[in-house]
């Protein structure tokens, strides 16, 4: 059974609840019992009775170890999807000219060696 909330103006309570109800309905259509969730979740059974009970809470810790155990676990990057730049960050970066390679060095330099320097008539070095 679907149940319909608007999570931007739910109470947290109201959230808690309603993805509770959603995890529950999920277990039962994978034919799991409570057992074998906490087994394969590494958590309690009574873990589990609290996340299928409304108003009963849960560590996030547990939360997770539970959507993992039910193959649900590539859900959890929708709850806090990448921020990528702000919009500062690309305005910055529009507004930086391109990188280029640097430019390679002119082949007909004479390369330096030593014993090729040429003295002045005080005897210093150019």
């Given at each position: 059974?679907?149940h319909?909330?608007e ?13 509770s109800?959603?995890i ?5 259509k ?6 074998r ?8 059974r ?8 409304s ?6 810790d ?6 993992k155990a039910l ?12 921020p990528?730049?702000?919009?500062l ?9 391109s990188?280029?390679r ?5 082949e ?6 030593w ?7 005080e005897?210093?070095v150019?």
């Open positions: 059974m679907m319909k909330i999570f931007g103006i739910a109470s947290s309570e109201a959230i808690e609840d309603a993805l109800e959603r529950e309905e999920i277990r039962l994978q034919n799991i019992t409570q057992s969730l906490a087994s394969e979740a590494g958590v309690s009574s873990t589990i009775t609290r996340l299928a009970q108003g009963k809470g849960i560590s996030l547990s939360f997770i170890r539970i959507l193959h649900m676990a590539n859900h959890l990057e929708a709850l806090l999807p990448n990528g730049l702000s919009p960050e690309e305005l910055k970066r529009a507004n930086q000219p990188r280029q640097a430019r390679s060095k002119k007909d330099q004479k390369k330096w060696t014993g090729d320097q040429k003295q002045d008539d005897g210093d150019s």
